[in-house]
């Protein structure tokens, strides 16, 4: 392998173990469980995505079964922090949004860092943002999509 190459990767194992990271103060700022701030973090992302987050997608994304997810929504929702609704033709689908005290604590931790981010991402042109978004799409491809099945 390149020295380029192994650079590469390098820096994205960084990036990787820089945004997991980046979760786990996400959690203390919340003063959160590890495992319900990461979930309350793609809880939020979703929703400034502009795809509101569903229980199911919500157990797949973070490594749960859905009895354990619903009950970790549950206790996001006691919290005051996420609140249920369904908008879905399907009503059976119910949508997980962050609630407005989620918006007011996390902007403090979250303000000058998407600021940041804008700025950073801003820097490039189109044509390499596409040469790195095909970058990371093929290697997210590579990576395992599911839990490895239980050993019976």
């Not at 609704?85 to 998407?114: M, W």
């Not at 600021?115 to 596409?130: F, H, N, R, V």
Request: no cysteine; charged share 30%; proline share 3%.
């Amino acid at each position: 392998m390149t020295d380029l190459r192994s650079q590469t990767l390098e820096a994205l194992r960084h990036y990787a173990v820089r945004y997991q990271e980046s979760a786990l103060h996400f959690a203390a700022w919340m003063e959160l469980p590890t495992s319900d701030g990461v979930a309350l973090g793609e809880i939020l992302w979703a929703e400034t995505e502009g795809e509101p987050m569903t229980g199911t997608r919500l157990a797949r994304r973070i490594g749960m079964t859905s009895g354990a997810a619903n009950a970790l929504v549950n206790r996001l929702e006691e919290r005051g922090l996420i609140v249920r609704s369904r908008e879905s033709a399907d009503r059976r689908v119910v949508t997980l949004r962050v609630a407005d005290l989620t918006r007011e604590r996390s902007s403090g931790f979250l303000g000058s860092r998407a600021a940041e981010l804008d700025e950073a991402i801003g820097s490039y042109d189109d044509d390499t943002l596409m040469v790195v978004r095909d970058f990371l799409l093929r290697f997210a491809a590579v990576l395992p999509q599911e839990t490895a099945p239980s050993k019976s």
